[in-house]
């Protein structure tokens, strides 16, 4: 069972390192759920993810999580405690924190320019975030973390980009910075230049027309030679 989890993680991840771009340190933003049931299951995140993903992963959260987490008391304790050893990322909600998963929400937004992970256990949340192309979905079950499938929101952004009816404004930009550092609208103008070059007069033809004037230059001379003989008989 391990190494078919393994195998099927990393064609997931395969999938998002190729078409979103996601890259090492990669990045998993964590709610308290999350915390909370890798606490119940005894699963040592910091040590287990990045095997997992086969690749050094950051655990970070927001202030919102951890002060929701502080709101609920004992309960969440040992949650809150984990929460607070990963990193903090900065959010919009200084004076006025939110709720963990709208929070977390906020973080992706804009086509997930940080290319977050998402990591939860808050079902809600989870469907909001499958409706979002590009974000990789993190889940425990019993005593397993589990990598979601792409959703098919991630699965027709992709199939779009193949068939060139999107092309997000980066690639459009790259595209254009590539050809004028080629040069290639240039090598386009030499090409036409050269076609116009051809178009010129046949230089076999002039040769030929040289040779009738030598030939028609020799006539003369022969018939002198023969107008000399006769003379020379008589």
């Known amino acids: 069972m391990g190494v078919t989890r393994q195998k099927h993680a990393k064609k997931i991840m395969g999938f998002y390192k190729h078409n979103f771009q996601f890259r090492e340190p990669f990045q998993v933003l964590l709610d308290g759920t999350f915390c909370q049931a890798a606490l119940r ?24 999580v951890i002060k929701e987490l502080e709101s609920l008391g004992k309960a969440l304790y040992g949650a809150k405690l984990i929460a607070q050893r990963f990193q903090v990322r900065n959010c919009s909600h200084h004076k006025n924190p939110v709720s963990g998963s709208t929070c977390l929400l906020s973080m992706i937004e804009d086509g997930n320019p940080h290319h977050f992970f998402i990591a939860t256990q808050d079902q809600d949340l989870s469907n909001k975030v499958k409706k979002k192309p590009g974000i990789p979905l993190l889940f425990i079950i ?15 952004f992709v199939q779009k ?4 009816q999107l092309v997000p404004e980066y690639q459009k930009q790259s595209i254009v910075e590539l050809k004028e550092k080629e040069g290639l ?13 051809a178009g010129g007069p046949n230089p076999l033809s002039c040769l030929k027309k040289k040779k009738k004037k030598t030939q028609e230059g020799q006539e003369p001379s022969a018939e002198k030679k023969k107008r000399r003989k006769r003379k020379r008989n008589r």
């Open 41 to 64: 299951n005894k699963i040592q995140i910091r040590e287990q993810l990045p095997g997992y993903l086969d690749g050094a992963a950051q655990l970070c959260t927001t202030r919102c």
């Open 161 to 164: 980009l193949q068939t060139n």
């Open 185 to 197: 609208v240039k090598q386009e103008g030499e090409k036409r230049r050269k076609r116009k070059r």
């Open 142 to 156: 019993q005593n397993t973390m589990v990598l979601d499938k792409p959703s098919p929101k991630s699965l027709a």
